[in-house]
């Protein structure tokens, strides 16, 4: 499908990670764009996956990350601390809901998680609580790759061949509220997804539940999923009425890209821990963080201190480019650029969601949005998956010029969305290029895989 000549041309690839559709090779990347070694510019229209939210190359961060690299590089945090590290840790726990202020420091995503569910087991297990080990998450959801955070991840496709080797944790529906076709109201609707929570923590017993983990804003498992609003304190009633910790996974959503720090401050949640990465360090380094009160990390260090750890955690150069992008976000005013651009973002959606009746539905917060195709907008009948409308639709828009997201969603086997999610830095100008192109690409999708186009 990816016509792109020049790849091709190259020799076998050592990587065996690589797709077998072969990529440009990266030149350079500014702002909004990146370049290809053949000349070609795109528009990283969705930040990677999700993850340049400044933007790239931004001259401040490069400079303190190089002031940093002819001090130390690396400085194990058992042996040293560090200024960078501190410095982020008081930083974040200032934009943090009150009382988040112990920060523990990864290097990506799937550490952040499995760093959150050690936490939270070591915390019941120091409390006197050590029959609680179940870690209940929904179906679908993203929390990562490595073992642990599979096992709390509501994807079939992605968990199937491992599951012997794992022990899979108990689910409950993610909310996708928009496609129930009943009599209730989406509040209503949101208290039912939340009620859920509650059969299940009954269900499984709830002296064995030691937490619930969810994605405040979905990421690329439902594409920017937004529960009703009902739903988010219902799920705060009911992990206290039953002692549960609400750990809330922000490794896509947070960082400022709904247009607020975290995807849960739109709706006042106060999560017992939260998971950071991704637009922490914005790509500038691999760079992610767990924090939880003092009430959660006392008694583990009443009891000997957290049992984990990863080697590169806190080391004084990541922690020095997440400062600098906290500093960036704040001088240019990103996080209030990502609302506004978000809500114009969104409304544009909406407009190629009339143009284009296959989409069947678009949501979002900020700069973080996920549009669903349908085959047929009346019943929600699914676009037969062997027509491959996603990867079809991510690849019109590459040859285009345009990056930008999506996966399978129900558990990775059906369901086409795509997501749009360009860094914090964009203009209203470079909103309208990001949707003209998708514009030109849905409409020869369309065409090839004989979608409804309004007459
Ligand atoms: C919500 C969420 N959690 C966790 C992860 C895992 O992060 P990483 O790929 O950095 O390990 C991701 C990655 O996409 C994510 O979107």
Not at 194 to 201: P, T
Not at 306 to 324: I, K, R, S, V
Not at 415 to 429: C, K, L, W
Not at 435 to 452: C, M, N, P, Y
Request: charged share 20%.
């Amino acid at each position: 499908m990816l016509k792109s000549p020049a790849p091709e041309t190259r020799e076998a690839s050592h990587l065996f990670y690589l797709s077998s559709v072969r990529r440009p090779l990266i030149d350079r990347a500014e702002g909004i764009y990146m370049w290809t070694q053949d000349g070609r510019r795109f528009i990283d229209g969705s930040s990677g996956p999700m993850v340049a939210n400044i933007g790239h190359s931004n001259r401040n961060v490069l400079d303190a990350m190089k002031r940093q690299m002819d001090r130390a590089t690396f400085a194990y945090r058992l042996h040293f601390e560090n200024e960078p590290a501190e410095e982020l840790a008081r930083q974040l726990a200032a934009k943090l809901p009150e009382g988040m202020d112990r920060i523990f420091f990864v290097s990506g995503g799937s550490e952040a998680i499995e760093s959150c569910i050690k936490l939270a087991r070591q915390w019941a297990v120091a409390t006197g609580q050590p029959s609680r080990w179940k870690v209940i998450s929904r179906f679908p959801s993203y929390h990562g790759g490595t073992l642990g955070a599979l096992a709390v991840t509501g994807d079939d496709a992605l968990s199937e061949t491992f599951v012997p080797m794992m022990q899979m944790m108990p689910t409950v529906p993610a909310p996708i509220a928009w496609r129930d076709r009943d009599n209730l109201s989406m509040e209503q609707r949101g208290i039912r997804y939340a009620d859920m929570l509650e059969e299940k923590i009954l269900a499984e017993g709830a002296q064995s539940v030691l937490a619930f983990i969810m994605e405040p804003v979905g990421g690329a498992a439902t594409a920017a999923l937004v529960a009703p609003d009902s739903y988010y304190p219902r799920i705060r009633e009911i992990c206290d009425r039953y002692g549960i910790l609400l750990i809330h996974d922000e490794v896509m959503s947070g960082a400022g890209r709904t247009g607020k720090f975290l995807g849960g401050d739109h709706w006042n949640c106060k999560p017992d821990i939260v998971a950071l990465s991704k637009g922490l360090g914005s790509g500038y380094a691999p760079l992610g963080a767990l924090a939880a009160p003092m009430r959660l990390v006392q008694p583990l260090l009443a009891s000997g201190g957290f049992q984990h750890g990863h080697t590169y955690a806190g080391n004084p150069l990541a922690c020095a480019a997440g400062l600098a992008v906290l500093g960036e976000m704040d001088r240019l005013g990103l996080i209030a650029n990502a609302a506004v651009m978000g809500e114009l973002l969104m409304d544009e959606l909406k407009g190629l969601a009339k143009r284009f009746p296959f989409i069947a539905d678009v949501r979002g917060k900020g700069l973080l949005t996920g549009a669903e195709m349908v085959a047929d907008p009346e019943t929600l009948r699914p676009i037969e998956p062997a027509k491959k409308a996603t990867q079809h639709l991510l690849d019109l828009a590459y040859e285009r010029g345009l990056i930008i997201y999506g996966r399978k969603v129900k558990g990775g086997v059906d369901g086409d969305n795509f997501m749009v999610a360009p860094p914090m830095i964009v203009t209203a100008a470079q909103i309208g290029e990001i949707i003209s192109i998708i514009g030109d690409s849905l409409e020869v999708l369309a065409g090839e895989l004989d979608l409804a186009v309004e007459g």
